[in-house]
């Protein structure tokens, strides 16, 4: 087949990637009305047979993308346009997809992982009573990472990050009758929301600049100029702040300094869940949308040394905060952290040279990184006796680094006591956000409740309860 009879498959193969799991979705979701919920057998089957057939089709996409985009004379990029779901004088909200070199490696990963993570979850979850709420809620994140990694546009690309935001906290807060996944989850749902706003006011920047949210409008796609090599026709003036915001939604998504305190309690979670969110994709969303935006990045100065300072900030914090933990999850946790602070360093140290080369490094980094924690957190739960059996084998000696040996004991205490303690960022962003914030809403409570009592002429009632409070806890512990 030629080129143009490969790419009449594209749209509909392009779409049937996150269109079954979407199905899958409403099935199930269906199916939560019913006096009786369906069977194991039969949740994990339509949930099972509509992420290998979205990963299927995802692979034979790519299959496809290689022979076009090798052809000669051929873009490097696949724009494919399936129509408009909004149009509202001069905003469209298109769905709109791009497929390119960064693009189809993040969607075959997503597939395949996701795949393997529902796979191991049938007889990890065997008899449990949330079977059907978590096999649809791994539909929705896998709806909703193949919508973000296949975006062509911002607007899309928000809803696919709104949808993992979603499906993250509500597994997080799974297990809803213990204390500690529901504070877990309050808390992931809490970051998210306050720094989602950045990639919401960052769409809308670009759309006044531009008057399109949309990539090929805000980067260059002809021949040549796609990623990892994609430019921008705006200036510095216009890109800092969009960098600036993309890299606050970032800093969220991915638990990067200093607001990767949630990226530990998100532990509380299943152990397939945290694999594959905390592990394996969710996180890697914050670093897939800085080098989708790369050219933003290239062409402000001060967003790349944006980047560079935070990334190595949560490089350093996160790899002593690991140091000091006293589980395995809690561990992965922070080197979870550590690696995603290692490729946004990366990212705007390529930003900075103007090097592909890199750029798809981070890509490579991301994949393996991506195999790995997965392996890692699904083998959680026994990787402790296999290392207190490993230790049993093994003579008993004491080693002491180099490094360590450099600075005196007092040093190193202090240094243990703060990583132990985070370096105190959770009680800071307590004292100078958290509890401003409840101060301010409580206020406004109280004020809304009076004008509402003067304006209807009766008494207003007062709050019972003071100004709420939300306690910090210091050393999150994950569970195996």
């Known amino acids: 087949m030629n080129p143009p009879e490969l790419q009449s498959w594209v749209p509909a193969l392009a779409l049937a990637v996150p269109g079954l799991p979407l199905v899958a979705t409403l099935l199930l979701g269906l199916a939560l009305f019913r006096k009786e919920p369906p069977s194991e057998k039969t949740t994990s089957r339509v949930a099972g047979v509509a992420v290998t057939l979205s990963f299927t089709a995802s692979a034979v996409l790519s299959v496809i993308f290689l022979l076009i985009t090798n052809a000669p004379g051929q873009a490097q990029a696949l724009d494919v346009h399936l129509g408009n779901i909004v149009h509202i004088d001069e905003y469209t909200l298109s769905i709109e997809f791009l497929i390119d070199r960064l693009s189809i490696p ?89 720094t989602d706003v950045g990639l919401l006011i960052a769409g809308i920047l670009l759309h006044q600049a531009t008057g399109s949210t949309a990539f090929s409008d805000a980067f260059g796609t002809s021949s040549g100029g796609v ?136 890509v490579f980094m991301m994949i393996a990184h991506t195999a790995l924690r ?22 008993e000696h004491q080693q002491h680094s180099r490094i360590q040996a450099l600075f005196p004991v007092s040093l190193r205490s202090k240094v243990h006591a703060l990583a132990h303690r985070r370096f105190l960022l959770d009680e800071l962003l307590e004292r100078c956000f958290v509890m401003p914030t409840l101060w301010l809403a409580h206020h406004a409570d109280r004020l809304e409740r009076r004008w509402v009592g003067l304006l209807s002429g009766a008494p207003s009632p007062e709050p019972e309860a003071a100004a709420p409070s939300i306690p910090v806890k210091t050393s999150p512990e994950g569970r195996s």
Do not use: N
């Not at 200093?258 to 694999?275: D, I, K, Q, V």
């Not at 997965?374 to 084998?393: F, G, K, N, V, Y």
């Open 227 to 362: 990623w990892p090599h994609a430019t921008t026709h705006l200036d510095a003036a216009q890109t800092t702040p969009l960098a600036l915001l993309l890299l606050f939604a970032t800093m969220g998504k991915s638990g990067l300094f200093p607001l990767s305190g949630w990226l530990p309690r998100a532990m509380e979670g299943p152990t397939p869940s945290s694999a594959l969110f905390y592990g394996a994709l969710s996180v890697h969303a914050g670093v897939y949308l800085l080098l989708r935006s790369a050219p933003l990045l290239e062409s402000s100065t001060f967003g790349e040394e944006a980047v560079i300072v935070v990334g190595l900030l949560t490089v350093l914090t996160s790899t002593l905060a690991g140091r000091v933990q006293s589980d395995v999850k809690s561990a992965l946790a922070y080197a979870t952290s550590t690696q995603v602070g290692v490729m946004v360093t990366v990212v705007g140290v390529a930003t900075w040279m103007h090097s592909g080369a890199l750029a798809m490094a981070v």
């Open 106 to 194: 993040m969607v075959l990963t997503t597939g395949l992982i996701t795949a393997i993570v529902m796979r191991f979850s049938i007889r990890y979850l065997h008899r449990d009573p949330g079977f059907l709420r978590f096999f649809l809620l791994l539909c929705v994140f896998d709806v909703g990472m193949q919508v973000l990694v296949l975006a062509g546009s911002y607007d899309l690309l928000f809803i696919g990050w709104e949808m993992v935001g979603v499906s993250s906290f509500m597994l997080i807060a799974f297990f809803q009758l213990r204390d500690g996944p529901m504070r877990g989850g309050l808390r992931a749902l809490v970051t998210y929301r306050a």
């Open 374 to 395: 997965t392996l890692q957190l699904l083998r959680a739960p026994s990787a402790l006796r296999d290392m207190q059996e490993i230790r049993a084998a093994l003579p």
